[in-house]
């Protein structure tokens, strides 16, 4: 298992409510990324981070925010959950220096799994 | 663009008997090839990746997958299925290319493995 941790694991919260998901690595790769999943699914792309300070949206549109303050860490947050934000959240990071080609295979966590009532 | 193809939904297999998982890419310049495995309420764990060099690829827990340039596919094998095997297959693809390359997933293979 690599070392990359969410918290939580299980989130049941009612609507409106602002939520942070919580992701550290320790291995000190520079690149981290958040896909949202659906219950048996395929992964969508969320946002992802070259480094600190540094963020970007991913493929599929999402109302969550996300910043990186420092290396290690990566949150999300809803500052308004809905029952559409209901959904397993997963967090990945990867190492690799930006500009040069590497193979940069991403590691996840155990995910999140939000439900919002 | 980048895409992955996992042409099967579920695979079914009886335990000892050889498995194989399909997955077809499309990709600009050489590609960068993985496969994970979910399990239940977990995130995905990296099983193998291609780079280069040999075409076959020997990853965890036996499971071993052959890269088929002509082809443009990356099925995933093992000789002997366990029933532990059952989870969910994903194959994923980027470029090869210098700078920041997105990893897109194929849409999942179920595996049951039965006793």
């Known amino acids: 298992e690599a070392d990359i941790y969410q918290t939580p694991r299980y989130l049941v919260i009612g609507t409106g409510k602002k939520i942070t998901l919580e992701c550290s690595q320790t291995m000190g790769h520079d690149k981290m990324y958040w896909y949202q999943q659906d219950p048996g699914m395929e992964l969508h792309l969320i946002h992802y981070?070259?480094?600190?300070?540094?963020?970007e949206k991913g493929d599929l549109s999402s109302e969550s925010t996300v910043s990186r303050i420092r290396t290690e860490h990566f949150p999300l947050t809803l500052e308004s959950a809905r029952p559409s934000h209901t959904s397993q959240y997963l967090c990945a990071s990867s190492g690799g220096v930006v500009g040069r080609a590497t193979t940069d295979t991403q590691y996840f966590g155990p995910g999140t799994r939000l439900t919002v009532l | 663009a980048q895409s992955v193809a996992q042409p099967e939904d579920q695979v079914n297999v009886a335990e000892g008997n050889p498995l194989t998982v399909k997955c077809t890419y499309s990709?600009?310049?050489?590609?960068?090839l993985f496969w994970y495995v979910q399990y239940p309420n977990r995130g995905l764990q990296f099983l193998l990746k291609?780079?280069?060099?040999?075409?076959l690829v020997k990853g965890s827990y036996g499971f071993e997958a052959e890269f088929n340039k002509s082809q443009t596919s990356f099925h995933l094998k093992k000789p002997s299925a366990l029933v532990s095997d059952s989870a969910l297959y994903f194959c994923a693809v980027r470029g090869g290319n210098t700078g920041f390359q997105k990893l897109v997933f194929g849409t999942g293979t179920r595996l049951l493995v039965s006793p």
């Open positions: 291609y780079i280069t060099g040999d075409n």
């Open positions: 990709v600009s310049g050489n590609p960068y």
């Open positions: 981070s070259y480094g600190v300070n540094s963020t």
